[in-house]
Nanobody
């Protein structure tokens, strides 16, 4: 069974850091473009970041550019989201998603918009930024 499991969420003070992990089971993450999305209560889902299959191309929402870093360790079948300088408005449920776009498209730029198509989704992990 193909499954994505997020971890690393929690409560952090403004200005703090968290590292989220997205681990895959049942399939090899190396063949998949991975994205992180978030959804805050009462708000629409927002694309946060994405990474292509090689890790050589990444993309970020303007709201997190310069503060968040996405990376992948294909040997560990895991993708990470390092979140620094966290703000209260970063509070949301963060979910990772995966899509197999093939080798050529998978090596190209990834799409981080909220409406981008991804085939597999995790359950999400709560991130709360509050003093």
């Amino acid at each position: 069974q193909l499954q994505l499991v997020e971890s690393g969420g929690g409560l952090v003070q403004p200005g703090g850091s968290l590292r989220l992990s997205c681990a895959a089971s049942g399939f090899t993450l190396a063949s998949y473009v991975i994205a992180w999305f978030r959804q805050a209560p009462g708000k629409e889902r927002e694309g946060v970041s994405c990474i292509n299959i090689s890790g050589g191309s990444t993309n970020y929402a303007d709201s997190v550019q310069g503060r968040f870093t996405i990376s992948r360790d294909n040997a560990k079948n895991t993708v990470y989201l390092q979140m620094n300088s966290l703000k209260p408005e970063d509070t949301a449920i963060y979910s990772c998603a995966a899509i197999n776009r093939g080798l050529i498209l998978g090596l190209g730029p990834c799409i981080v918009s909220a409406g981008a198509k991804y085939d597999y989704w995790g359950q999400g992990t709560q991130v709360t930024v509050s003093s």
